[in-house]
């Protein structure tokens, strides 16, 4: 099979890339490198079952040769990083869908798109299952990422319907693991790198907010299960088991060894209060579920992290300060870059 992977060139997508490679597939794997990093696919480009397309899709997607699947990765997935890209976000969730829908529909391959939970918004309903419509703020500061993501599912089923596209989607809940940037102010990996660097963890808000963490390894193999079925879901992806942030912090001071403190900062605007997948769909159309434990997959990201100590004081600085290149204020300071705050819940903070 040769499959197109938007976003190859990130987190998860390059771990996509290399899995879907170990298993015989050819890959063509598109990035514009605007979160991603080339040497997360660097080691891939000797691979002659491997090519690279340095592309922005939100503005063409162009494939020479066969495609059997497209799997649409391609968007800042980090708070900081979709908030400091509001128009780019909007941009590779509508355009950039849109796009690579066409290509998929030009070969009648196969579509996979990497949606997210936070379709759910700070949801209503607890745990949420494929059946909940979510509580969203649409013009709230993570409206961006969002109500792009709702779109791309939107116009992925008006595909399926209109064109009979085979299209899947996948709504992916936090998930972590090497290759994560240190500082892309995501939870995971800026509690690893300032404990590994002794800077204070910043938890923010009274930290009782809850997520559930899924190792990057079970999310992928989760994709392929989807890339290779017929199904249309949406699926939730992600691990079951909720932790509280402040849970999470004091899991990684003990992994670590670290002697960090925890500091607590202001809950950035609109930030979930809980989240947790319910995963019977995806058990019983695509096999899949989680196997890698949070003490196990903290362990294996620490271990990665660790072993790039060079950039991770550089890292924990810009989580700190922002300044260095172009890394924004931690989060919590960022729903003021909403232009014009809309009524008390946009300008309000929990803690
Ligand atoms: P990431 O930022 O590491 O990867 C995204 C990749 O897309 C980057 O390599 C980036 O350069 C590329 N990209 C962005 N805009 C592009 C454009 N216009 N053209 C070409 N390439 C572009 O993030 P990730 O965590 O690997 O997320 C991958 C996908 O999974 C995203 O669609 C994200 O929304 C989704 N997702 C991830 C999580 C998670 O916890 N990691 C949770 C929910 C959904
Ligand atoms: N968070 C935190 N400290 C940080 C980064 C994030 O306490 O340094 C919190 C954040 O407010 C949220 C949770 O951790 O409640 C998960 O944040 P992340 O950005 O990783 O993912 P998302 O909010 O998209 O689920």
Not at 171 to 178: D, E, Q, W
Not at 244 to 268: C, D, F, K, N, W
Request: glycine share 10%; net charge negative.
């Amino acid at each position: 099979m040769r499959v197109a992977v938007t976003g190859g060139g990130g987190f998860l997508g390059s771990h996509l890339c290399e899995t879907l490679l170990r298993r015989g597939d050819s890959v063509v794997c598109l990035d514009n490198f605007s979160t991603g990093e080339p040497r997360n696919i660097a080691h891939l480009l000797s691979n002659s079952s491997f090519e690279f397309i340095h592309a922005d899709v939100s503005a063409a997607v162009e494939v020479p040769g066969r495609v059997d699947a497209v799997a649409h990765l391609a968007s800042p997935a980090s708070p900081p990083d979709y908030l400091r890209q509001p128009l780019e976000t909007l941009a590779v969730g509508s355009r950039g869908t849109e796009n690579a829908l066409r290509l998929a529909l030009c070969h009648r391959a196969r579509f996979v798109l990497a949606s997210t939970s936070e379709v759910y918004g700070d949801p209503l309903v607890h745990p949420q299952d494929e059946n909940y419509w979510g509580n969203v703020n649409s013009v709230g500061p993570r409206s961006v990422y969002d109500e792009a993501k709702r779109f791309a599912e939107a116009i992925s089923v008006a595909y399926r319907t209109t064109h009979g596209l085979d299209v899947g989607i996948a709504r992916i809940f936090n998930t972590y693991g090497p290759r994560m940037r240190p500082h892309d102010g995501r939870v995971v990996s800026s509690f690893i790198t300032q404990a590994l660097t002794g800077e204070p963890l910043t938890v923010y808000g009274d930290g009782k907010q809850t997520r559930s963490f899924c190792y990057a390894d079970d999310l992928v193999r989760g994709l392929v299960a989807l890339i290779d079925s017929s199904a249309t879901g949406p699926f939730n992806l992600g691990n079951p088991v909720e932790r509280t942030v402040t849970e999470l912090a004091e899991e990684v001071l003990r992994l670590t060894g670290s002697s960090s403190e925890i500091q607590y900062h202001p809950l950035p605007v609109d930030d979930p209060t809980r989240r947790r997948p319910v995963i019977a769909r995806a058990r019983e159309a695509l096999g899949w579920q989680p196997e890698v434990d949070i003490d196990e997959g903290l362990r294996r990201t620490i271990e990665w992290f660790a072993s790039r100590p060079g950039s991770l004081s550089a890292s924990a600085a810009a989580i700190r300060g922002g300044q260095d290149d172009g890394t924004p204020p931690p989060t919590a300071d960022l729903g003021v870059l909403v232009p014009e705050p809309v009524g008390p819940s946009a300008v309000s903070a929990r803690a």
